[in-house]
């Protein structure tokens, strides 16, 4: 995954509760439409289960993420994986398709993304992703905004995510040279095979460190407890709200006005 500083990946516990979204990723791949021989950069790729899936399918692919601990779980994979940050991509009309899944709405800066997407792309080449949508979450922003309110600290400092509508994001795409095949915006619920304190310690480190060490338990309970009528249903299962936004776009040939 390409993140905010304050966001750290532990292969072993994303694998163990939150492999849900790679699994969930198989729609985006089916959008990207492989084929043998292509070159696929498949950005953020985290530990490769996806990017293995690309590979299998005889694309050529190189494998980014700017978390050195997910790029080693995917070298374990035999892939080309390597460490570089989604914002500083090096290549230039390299790549047949750009493939990315659940990684753009960590990365603030959209426009610097799509300006290197655009340029390691070959003219005409695709950029299939999927995202968090506008409303992804959104319970569990609201829990973290008065929690930390209440300690006088101002969640929109240390929210990591970008969340935007399908209008917001194919203005983006077109003002960076790419034209826009497809687009959509919907929720989707995701139930977990676990606790909701799992998520939150996999996904939410930006908000948890912005408390001392000593009260990001309490923070946490604190927070549970707010979400538990809200997402935990009758059968105890927790189920995220999540909203995801999955676009199908091309590289334009003219040259965007960077």
Not at 28 to 57: F, H, N
Not at 117 to 128: D, E, I
Request: with cysteine; net charge negative.
């Amino acid at each position: 995954m390409a993140t905010q500083m304050t966001q750290r990946w532990n292969p072993d516990a994303y694998a163990e509760h939150a492999r849900f979204v790679s699994d969930l990723g198989a729609p985006v791949v089916d959008l990207l439409d492989p084929q043998p021989g292509e070159r696929i950069l498949d950005l953020g790729c985290g530990d490769g289960a996806l990017t293995e899936r690309l590979q299998k399918a005889g694309c050529d692919v190189v494998a980014i993420d700017s978390s050195p601990e997910q790029v080693w779980a995917a070298l374990q994979r035999r892939l080309d994986a390597r460490v570089i940050d989604a914002v500083e991509l090096p290549f230039d009309t390299e790549f047949d398709a750009v493939f990315s899944n659940a990684v753009l709405h960590w990365i603030r800066d959209a426009d610097r993304l799509l300006r290197g997407v655009w340029t390691a792309l070959k003219p005409g080449g695709r950029f299939v992703a999927e995202l968090g949508g506008a409303g992804c979450v959104a319970s569990i922003r609201e829990a973290f905004t008065a929690a930390l309110g209440k300690r006088n600290i101002d969640s929109d400092t240390v929210d990591p995510w970008y969340f935007p509508t399908a209008e917001e994001y194919r203005a983006k795409l077109e003002t960076c040279g790419f034209s826009v095949d497809s687009i959509q915006q919907f929720p989707r619920p995701t139930p977990l095979a676990g606790d909701v304190n799992h998520w939150l310690e996999v996904f939410a480190q930006s908000f948890l460190n912005a408390v001392p060490a000593y009260d990001r338990k309490p923070l946490l309970q604190e927070v549970r407890v707010e979400l538990k009528p809200r997402l935990c249903n009758a059968d105890g299962v927790w189920v995220i709200d999540y909203v995801r936004l999955r676009f199908a776009a091309r590289r334009q040939a003219a040259t965007p006005d960077f």
